[in-house]
């Protein structure tokens, strides 16, 4: 690329066995752990993407949760680049005005006592092993029990993967870590059950991502920090696919209908932190942090990375700028009504953008997901029977309206 051209003047005109060839070099030195890839993407531009044949795809899914901003948004391509131009990487023995400013940042969009301290890493199940990490140390050996919901998702690296519910995701690594114990989700007597002076933490997400997009019944997280406290336990809520305006507030928790007022120990983010670059953020609030990790305990190479933290900060800036926390409440609450007079559609879980579409029976997300690529939208079969949407929080109405309008067809098949 020369000087003056930009991403956007990217030649894309390949044609179909290009892009074949590219899936033939893809089955020859990738990793064949993400499956066959569906599409090649080539370029991205607001809530588009185009393939290598140059076709043109709506993207209701925005790399899961990810392109808070959508795809290039100019304010993000400036600050990473910028960045890119200043100081690219330096050590954790020194620090940088973006890692600083973003945690500020954070610190004043949670409203955090003072006391609370933000810990950077690169991904969401790094965020959570922090966390993980935390909680053991604060248990000791006196409390070796951490507590998962059925349904979870944290990640998966071996703490965060103990924390995961999914039995295939787990089995395969067996024996695992141990201490974790997964309760039965929605279930506040079973959580009072487990929860007792043996337990280190219980970990939550206020919005189950991969089981389809499920909120707790009403109740649960205020019973969730009661009994914990009670019980000298740390809160974690795993705001990784949530968190950053996804629901139309900076996370889910702070939605009364979702967090239900309550303040928890521990926060974790990751996704549309970064809006596209690699990011994660464990958040202690107030005095948990001084019993947690000590200098020496933790760490990583990557963590407050100067570019990774000034694209956060672009991310966190612009959200406020284009008052997207509105924006993402309306379109949502649009959008869930529009989906829910539907034929096919059951019901819609969620709230802003993060929308699960649960289908009637004898539909197969799977086979309604593969003609909505072909139609050239890209939504998510995230279980056999739900659709999750999770689009670019700048996406508008009248670019939702194509996809609206074809949905019936494409349940119908
Ligand atoms: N936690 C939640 C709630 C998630 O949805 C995910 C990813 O989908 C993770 C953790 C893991 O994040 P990552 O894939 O960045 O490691």
Same mark, same amino acid.
């Given at each position: 690329?020369?000087?003056?051209?930009?991403?956007?003047?990217?030649?894309?005109?390949?044609?179909?066995?290009?892009?074949?060839?590219?899936?033939?070099?893809?089955?020859? *030195?990738?990793?064949?752990?993400?499956?066959?890839?569906?599409?090649?993407?080539?370029?991205?531009? $607001?809530?588009?993407?185009?393939?290598?044949?140059?076709?043109?795809?709506?993207?209701?899914?925005?790399?899961?949760?990810?392109?808070?901003?959508?795809?290039?948004?100019?304010?993000?391509?400036?600050?990473?680049?910028?960045?890119?131009?200043?100081?690219?990487?330096?050590?954790?023995?020194?620090?940088?005005?973006?890692?600083?400013?973003?945690? /500020?940042?954070?610190?004043?969009?949670?409203?955090? +006592?003072?006391?609370?301290?933000?810990? !950077?890493?690169?991904?969401?199940?790094?965020?959570?092993?922090? @966390?993980?990490?935390?909680?053991?140390?604060?248990?000791? $050996?006196?409390?070796?029990?951490?507590?998962?919901?059925?349904?979870?998702?944290?990640?998966?690296?071996?703490?965060?993967?103990?924390?995961?519910?999914?039995?295939?995701?787990? /089995? +395969?690594?067996?024996?695992?870590?141990?201490? *974790?114990?997964?309760? +039965?989700?929605?279930?506040?007597?079973?959580?009072?059950? @487990?929860? %007792?002076?043996?337990?280190?933490?219980? !970990?939550?997400e206020p919005i189950q991502?991969?089981?389809?997009?499920?909120?707790?019944?009403?109740?649960?997280?205020?019973?969730?920090?009661?009994?914990?406290?009670?019980?000298? @336990?740390?809160?974690?809520?795993?705001?990784?696919?949530?968190?950053?305006?996804?629901?139309?507030?900076?996370?889910?928790?702070?939605?009364? %209908?979702?967090?239900?007022?309550?303040?928890?120990?521990?926060?974790?983010?990751?996704k549309g932190l970064g809006? $596209?670059?690699?990011?994660?953020?464990?958040?202690?609030?107030?005095?948990?942090?001084?019993?947690?990790?000590?200098?020496?305990?933790?760490?990583?190479? !990557?963590?407050? %990375?100067?570019?990774?933290?000034?694209?956060?900060?672009? *991310?966190?800036?612009?959200?406020?700028?284009? %008052?997207?926390?509105?924006?993402?409440?309306?379109?949502?609450?649009?959008?869930?009504?529009?989906?829910?007079?539907?034929?096919?559609?059951?019901?819609?879980?969620?709230?802003?953008?993060?929308?699960?579409?649960?289908?009637?029976?004898?539909?197969?997300?799977?086979?309604?997901?593969?003609?909505?690529?072909?139609?050239?939208?890209?939504?998510?079969?995230?279980?056999?029977d739900r659709l999750r949407? @999770?689009? +670019?929080?700048?996406?508008?109405?009248?670019?939702?309206?194509?996809?609206?309008?074809?949905?019936?067809?494409?349940?119908?098949?």
């Open positions: 690329m020369s000087d003056t051209q930009s991403s956007s003047d990217v030649d894309t005109n390949t044609d179909s066995s290009t892009s074949q060839t590219w899936r033939d070099d893809f089955s020859r *030195v990738l990793s064949p752990v993400f499956g066959a890839p569906q599409l090649d993407i080539v370029r991205g531009q $607001g809530t588009k993407v185009w393939d290598a044949a140059g076709k043109e795809y709506l993207d209701l899914l925005a790399g899961i949760a990810v392109n808070a901003l959508g795809h290039c948004h100019p304010a993000w391509v400036k600050a990473i680049t910028t960045q890119a131009g200043t100081l690219g990487h330096i050590s954790n023995f020194f620090t940088s005005p973006p890692q600083i400013a973003l945690a /500020e940042k954070l610190h004043e969009v949670l409203d955090l +006592p003072s006391g609370s301290a933000v810990f !950077f890493s690169n991904s969401g199940t790094e965020a959570n092993e922090a @966390a993980f990490k935390m909680a053991r140390r604060a248990g000791g $050996g006196e409390r070796p029990i951490i507590i998962a919901i059925e349904g979870a998702f944290h990640g998966r690296t071996m703490g965060s993967l103990a924390l995961t519910a999914k039995a295939t995701y787990r /089995e +395969p690594f067996a024996p695992g870590v141990p201490g *974790v114990v997964h309760i +039965p989700y929605g279930d506040v007597e079973a959580l009072a059950a @487990a929860v %007792n002076d043996t337990t280190a933490a219980v !970990f939550i991502g991969e089981v389809g997009v499920r909120t707790h019944p009403a109740g649960y997280l205020t019973a969730a920090r009661e009994l914990t406290r009670d019980a000298g @336990a740390l809160l974690v809520l795993d705001e990784v696919q949530s968190g950053v305006a996804r629901t139309g507030s900076w996370f889910a928790h702070q939605d009364p %209908n979702i967090g239900e007022g309550i303040v928890p120990d521990i926060i974790t983010s990751a809006g $596209g670059m690699p990011i994660g953020a464990t958040i202690t609030v107030g005095d948990a942090n001084t019993k947690l990790l000590e200098a020496g305990q933790h760490g990583t190479t !990557f963590g407050g %990375n100067p570019i990774s933290c000034a694209a956060g900060l672009a *991310v966190l800036e612009t959200i406020e700028n284009e %008052n997207l926390l509105a924006h993402t409440r309306e379109t949502g609450e649009w959008l869930k009504a529009q989906l829910q007079g539907i034929d096919g559609v059951v019901n819609v879980t969620g709230t802003g953008l993060l929308l699960g579409i649960e289908l009637s029976p004898g539909h197969d997300a799977k086979a309604i997901a593969a003609r909505a690529l072909e139609a050239g939208f890209i939504v998510n079969p995230v279980t056999a949407l @999770a689009p +670019p929080l700048i996406i508008t109405q009248e670019e939702l309206t194509p996809f609206l309008t074809a949905l019936p067809g494409l349940i119908a098949g």
